[in-house]
């Protein structure tokens, strides 16, 4: 089983809403997925219960139980889990910092802005002092092609380390599938979010494989 966590020690960089379109686009490819809610706002675990599939599966761990990740983990892959997604709170904390260390990919979303970039430093460097393999995803991206703040920012990324393809387009299907507990290749299998959502995570899988997940085109 492999661990992917979703770490920000800053809100609003869309951390529950990727958890949850990935997992599901995860699921579709063949994984059996479930989600550990370590937010103690709960929104990703509110989504999973509102569900009428049984997968993804969810299960909450409070930040008093995050130290016991390295138990948890071993028994869903008994269970029959072949990925674990991570969804983490927007600060600094215990429950951040197990789920890093629990981790075999650390995934950094971050907005296309000079403020939310400067804020993910901290996990940036945190995620190196742990030596875990990371990757930022660059999110809410202007729907404009070709746009230059957006390639500014993956430029200032790519400096730090790696950048995850392709670059995630601020779409209302994303928010509109979050609010239908559903993943956006559920609520719209033939649209673009869908079709970013099934490339980002085929680039993570590879990534995880140690398979070239080099170049393709940033946005357009």
């Known amino acids: 089983m492999k661990t992917i966590a979703l770490i920000t020690q800053k809100g609003g960089a869309g951390k529950t809403t990727l958890a949850a379109s990935l997992a599901v ?3 579709e490819a063949g994984e059996t997925v479930a989600v550990l809610d370590l937010d103690p706002q709960g ?3 509110m989504w999973a219960e509102r569900r009428e599939a049984e997968y993804p599966a ?9 130290h016991r990740l390295p138990d948890f983990l071993p028994q869903l892959a008994e269970q029959g889990f072949t990925l674990n997604i991570l969804d983490t709170a927007g600060i600094d904390g215990t429950a ?13 979303p971050t907005r296309p802005t000079a403020i939310d970039i400067r804020a993910v ?9 742990l030596k875990k ?14 746009n230059p703040r957006a390639h500014e920012a993956a ?15 601020q779409r209302v299907a994303y928010g509109d599938a979050f609010a239908e507990s559903l993943g956006v290749t559920e609520y719209e299998p033939e649209g673009k979010a869908a079709e970013e959502m099934r490339a980002l995570w085929q680039w993570i899988n590879n990534k995880m494989k140690g398979k070239n997940y080099g170049k393709k085109a940033l946005i357009g």
Do not use: Y
């Not at 909450?60 to 139980?65: L, N, P, R, Y």
């Open 58 to 66: 969810c299960d909450v761990v409070d930040e008093s139980k995050a």
């Open 155 to 169: 430029t200032a990324l790519k400096l730090w380390g790696v950048l995850a393809l392709p670059l995630i387009v």
């Open 43 to 45: 929104s990703l675990a």
């Open 121 to 129: 430093k901290t996990t940036f460097e945190a995620a190196v002092r």
């Open 96 to 108: 951040t910092h197990a789920a890093m260390s629990a981790a075999d990919v650390c995934l950094i």
């Open 133 to 146: 393999e990371f990757a930022f995803i660059l999110n809410n991206c202007p729907t404009q092609p070709n």
């Open 25 to 27: 686009a995860a699921q």
